[in-house]
């Protein structure tokens, strides 16, 4: 049995464990059918459940929200916004929501097909002209469709890595054509944050409007959704809001602090919206409902119900060989008591969140966490479809999440692992002049290496950042690219030209995809 993270990736910047975790586990075969009774009978046993959580300090705090038939059956919240602060979690604190973003963009994206402005088929190149791949048979046939299933052929995350440097999305979507495809096109799956923004904010475009005002006016608004938002500005605009939290030493029983934030604009219908459990919970009973809310069609029902139809095989359980699927925005799951339909999301600068549901039983929930690593989020949901479906939980799921998500963490910071200990010898560098001057490529555009109180810097990215460069060896530097996770170094390697002089750099942590090298623009 396991718990599936999609995608895993090397540590990178702000975005680890960014995809869709669900736990390929089917239901015992004993599962019944769903009632009101066992919904009722389940729902004093989950709050118990997280209060225990919480005290536990296993996150800071959390809310819940879980529908039946169109009924909001739960809505409760545990715990604090931020740890040594007395403000407690309600169910109208506000919590970014990362990736489960991504199925709320799905939902909008299907008002505007509903309307008739764009489809689901719509070729990018003929909404937006000016995006392009440097696969030709991608650029010119790939749809929104593509781009919501991450078939496209981009590879995993790309444009991630220069988020958090200050590049606009803009910027960041026209950078993707540098990129080499994964794989051939329609022939694979690669969760794409960008690749899926460009698809939302084209389709909303060419239907006239911004991607944020489409949010609003096609879901949030007709919803009641007062506290949700495509906007950073209005989260932080929030009193009521949950500070993000990490692990010091990145531990899944590590102690919590809170010292980071994230900006998610960039990729806002992928990862930027920010939400609470009341409003969460109208947004479950439209999606229970086939696009309906309170009697009123707000979602043209087939265009909702293409998000939920599987368009790629993001993996196969290793124990049950079971297929796990992706469609427009959410995971397709077929287990023991039908489809599940489920997408989870994480920052790792601090947050976890998910949702799940069982559309054959009319049964959903939501869960948002204020902390990251855990697998607190799939816990709960595991747990609460174990009291309705099995009258009491099959073994302990918060424990058994965590355990996958600490050896997922370990395996992600393992390519840093070679920079924590120098060599007994290090080979001495040459005089910092030689290392000092002006690079450049088409992906990172400009950036530097100065020098401060005898110490080299990095400057790289619109934003500004500098970077202190520790010596590793030779002509091998390292430096900490990301604050919420301090044991993850990147190598910094330059290579000498015959002059004596560095005449490139390759920043380890931005080459996933062969981006990384720059070359020597104006040497000193």
Known sequence: MT???????????????????VLLVPLPAVAQGVTKEKVAAALPKL????????????????????????????????????????AAVDVDTVFQLASLSKPLAATVVAGLVGDGKVSWDSRIRDIDPGFTLQDELAAANVTVRDLFAHRSGLPGHVGDDIEALGFTQGEILQRLRLAKPAYSFRDGYSYSNFGLTEGAVAAARFSGTSWEEACEE???????????????????????????????DGRVDGKWASFTRRNADAQAP????????????????????????????????????????????RGVDPNTGAAAFYALGWNVDYREHGVEWSHAGAFSAGARTLVHLVPGEQLGIVVLSNAFPTGVPEGIARTFFDLVFVGSPTRDWVAYANEIFETGYKAMMKPSLAYVTPPASPAPSLPIAAYMSDYRNDYLGDAKVTESGGSLFLHVGPAGRRFPLAHFNRDVFVYTPMAEAPKARSGVTFLIGPDGKASEVTVEDLNEYGLGRLTRVSPN
């Open 3 to 21: 718990l599936r993270v999609d995608p895993g990736r090397s540590i990178g910047r702000r975005t680890v464990f960014a995809g869709a975790s």
């Open 270 to 313: 992928a990862g930027g919206a920010s939400s609470n459990a009341r409003d969460m919970a109208q947004w479950l009973r439209l999606l229970l409902a086939n696009g309906q809310y309170d009697g009123r069609q707000v979602i043209a029902k087939e265009a909702l119900q293409q998000t939920h139809v599987p368009a790629s095989v």
């Open 47 to 86: 709050k118990e459940f997280a209060r225990q959580i919480v005290g536990k300090e296993l996150v800071p705090g959390l809310s819940i929200a879980i529908v039946y038939r169109d009924e909001i059956v739960l809505l409760d919240a545990f715990g604090v916004r931020e740890i040594g602060k007395p």
């Open 218 to 248: 096609k879901l949030y608004k007709p919803l009641g959704m007062a506290s949700t938002s495509s906007r950073y500005r209005d989260f932080m605009n929030q009193a009521n809001r949950a500070a993000l939290h990490v692990r010091v």
